[in-house]
């Protein structure tokens, strides 16, 4: 990111289909890696260096693969998810029924590790890393029963040696058909459940915050971002391209949670993924229409938005149809695109 907006850097090719693509951070490193995921289970960390002359090269710091031939894939889409808080740093992935795979990684280690836990819950439909619970690494999880109940349930890693994931922390039932949880930094702490009616904070189970903001009538929450390292503050996107800020309100003597506040910021192309970069500068990355880099300001502008347009980059997909025509007649055919969807601008 320079002043001219986001600089291209390098272009590689991977042999295979990406499933997922994180970033994370060793200890003791002041730059990101980038972990990648094959449809085929291959997984790689991949690291940027830059060389005297401004070129770059890409080093692969970590490779191998963690398929299994026994169990059933996954009937939901693989789960990859990075704890890079605690003193080891781990990724945990849920890509079969039953089981979870879990991967300590460092700098320096160049080949997988991978351990397998045996989980009671099979219909995972999210899960995150949480802080600020136990020393050892801690997950939760949103699973759904056969009846498609929602339950978020919170686990402790156990490294002495146990194969199943048993202990269970706490647990909280959620009242909707669909949700999906974010995870809130220290020092506050606990999760957010996004649903489809309601949003709820809540941390153990003694301490909940529930809220349902209007605007979930009108479309889903399918993307959010963190803005504060401290977890105040976050961005929502939904369905139908609208841009929302959430914030939460802690108490002046504690980091106890009392209250979730919203506001509207604009709209945006319909967001399949939404990155904070630094000094209210957004990346919204679409597949339904033009990514989008944008700066939040301080003041609403003639349309009543917080949102100005800082780079468009042009998305033809996806195609519903296509034609070539001769326009001029001379024997020149140009290909017009029928692209884009969902949205009307």
């Not at 808080?85 to 029924?97: G, N």
């Not at 606990?190 to 709820?200: A, F, H, N, Y």
């Not at 939040?296 to 149809?321: A, K, M, R, V």
């Amino acid at each position: 990111m320079t002043s001219e907006g986001l600089v291209f850097a390098k272009q590689i090719g991977l042999w295979g289909v990406v499933d997922n693509l994180t970033i994370l951070r060793f200890k003791n490193e002041k730059k990101d890696s980038i972990l990648i995921t094959t449809a085929k289970y291959d997984l790689m960390i991949l690291s940027c260096e830059y060389n005297s002359d401004g070129t770059c090269d890409i080093i692969t710091k970590t490779h191998g693969n963690f398929r299994d031939s026994v169990p059933r894939s996954s009937s939901i889409n693989t789960i990859v998810i990075v704890d890079s808080v605690k003193s080891s740093s781990m990724i945990a992935i849920k890509c079969y029924d039953g089981i979870l795979k879990t991967v300590p990684i460092s700098s320096e280690s160049k080949q997988l590790n991978v351990s397998t836990i045996r989980m009671e819950d099979l219909n995972v439909i999210d899960m995150v890393f949480m802080s600020g619970q136990n020393a050892a690494p801690t997950i939760g999880v949103l699973v759904t029963d056969t009846n498609l109940k929602l339950t978020f349930k919170c686990y402790e890693l156990d490294y002495n040696g146990s194969k199943d994931l048993n202990n269970l922390l706490w647990h909280k039932e959620v009242n909707d058909h669909q949700a999906f949880i974010i995870p809130v930094p220290e020092p506050c702490n606990g999760v957010i459940l996004v649903g489809t009616q309601s949003i709820m904070y809540c941390h153990r189970n003694e301490e909940h915050v529930l809220k349902t903001p209007n605007f979930l009538k009108y479309g889903e929450i399918n993307n959010y971002c963190l803005i504060d390292p401290n977890g105040q503050r976050f961005l929502l996107s939904n369905t139908i391209g609208s841009l929302y800020i959430m914030i939460l309100v802690s108490e002046k003597s504690s980091s106890k949670i009392t209250n979730i506040q919203f506001e509207y910021l604009g709209d945006t192309a319909i967001a399949d993924n939404l990155t904070y970069i630094d000094n209210g500068v957004v990346f919204i990355g679409s597949k339904l229409g033009d990514s989008q880099l944008i700066k939040l300001t301080h003041q609403p502008n003639e349309n009543n938005s917080y949102i100005t347009t800082l780079e468009t980059y042009t998305n033809l997909g996806p195609i519903l149809d296509m034609l070539i025509v001769d326009i001029e007649k001379q024997g020149q055919g140009q290909l017009i695109t029928c692209s884009g969807g969902q949205k009307k601008w």
